[in-house]
């Protein structure tokens, strides 16, 4: 699935944007409990300032009838001044008793007792205002102890609140640094790690390299420029490959001109010697003419008609086989062009030890093929044969070339009985430039131009071997006619 740049930068923004909402609900949430905390402290305080002024009043008002109860001198109407005390203390923790329903007996007995003092000012009536009103004073003061502890309860929530949101910002806000720090670096390490790849493959190809592709791990951008790079080594290499099958193929066919032209000159030299030696010996043969060298070694007219007609044919073969043939598909004889390649090609030095075996099937049809690349494919598969057995000493070199038709196709075989190839030289064995043989002896280019041009040609080739047994090539080519055409 394609990923680009933009997709990741849009992706990593909209991760920061939900990461910062994530941590915005949570401080939200942790804020809204704040806010209730602080409004009970808020009502809690007020409670307690209530509580505060409400006992004040009556401590005061106790403190008050205390002092002028046990005086000589009373005031006059001292009772009513009492009781408004007492009154101006129970408005101010009248609003108290719905959240503390223990004082509201206080206050019910402060009445009674404010009502009785107006209505029979006596001593007995006093001390039961200061009685209860005592009483009062230390509910008030165990309510006052309950609130304060209250608000302490309050306040510690409060402050775990307040220390939980900073902690929440400080952790989140470290958390989101290093997380999204770490993955940008990671995304800038690997794209600078990605493009600093490209750059030195890059240069590599230009400079020769053709190895392995660089391995696509990413699917955006960069991916498509991994690709790009890819395509350009394959590119690079198959119009290489191409170039070098072009440039081998040229200097096949100078080579096979060059020679042509000099069997051409040898043999337009030698022509009029050989028929005047052959006339020679067709005379002195007709003259019954015979010599002393003749005893017990025949008619020497016979031994030189013999040996001009081997010249006559060894010309004829390299003029046949060196004559210019058309760069496209013809109809050829596979048996003759078979014949005239390996009789060239045994007056080279390295089948001298050979045995070179033809085996060729006199049934098959002409097949459509371009004649110099066949001889070319040959010629390279003989001389790999001839490679292969060298140094071979415990049995008899040999070299069998044969042909055979078999349905839609006439296959071609050049099989030996030479050293062979392991497995892993065989898998092998039609790359590009790779080679067992010494650098004075071979590129690697033989076998991997065979391919190319048999498969260039819409047929196939096969190899098969095994070590210290030898090596089989099967050329299987197409017949574009029905056989007996």
Known sequence: MRFTLRAKGISAFLALVAYVGLVGVLLSHEQTKLMYYSMELEKVYGEENSLAKANYAISNSMLKWQEKFFSSNLPPAFEEQIALDVELAQAGIQGLSGNYPQLAEDIDRLNRDVVRLRAEPSHSSMISLRDHGRELNEHLDQVTRQVRMHRGMWWDRYRDVYDSIAVIAVIMGLLGAVFFGALMTFFLTRLAWDI????????????????PA?????HDEVGDLMNAVNRMQSELRHREQQLEISREQHFHKEKMAAIGSLAAAVAHEINNPIAAIAGIAQSMKSADRHSPLGE??????????????????????IANLTAPHSPEPELIDLNELVRNTC?????????????????????????EAVADHLTQVLMNLLINAADALEGIADRNPTICVATHAVPGEVVLTVKDNGKGMDSAVLARAFEESYTTKPPDKGRGLGLFLCKSLIEGGGNRIKLESTPGVGATARIHLTLTQPTGA
């Open 196 to 211: 600093k790849q490209l750059a030195e493959r890059t240069l590599e190809i230009v400079s020769g390299y053709r190895g």
């Open 214 to 218: 660089v391995p696509v791990t990413r």
């Open 296 to 317: 017990g070694g025949g008619d020497p007219s016979d031994m030189i008609l013999e040996q001009t007609k081997r010249i006559t044919t060894i010309s004829r073969q």
């Open 343 to 367: 009789g060239f090609i045994g007056y080279d030095k390295r089948f001298r030890k050979i045995e070179l075996v033809l085996d060729l099937d006199s049934q098959i049809s002409a097949i």
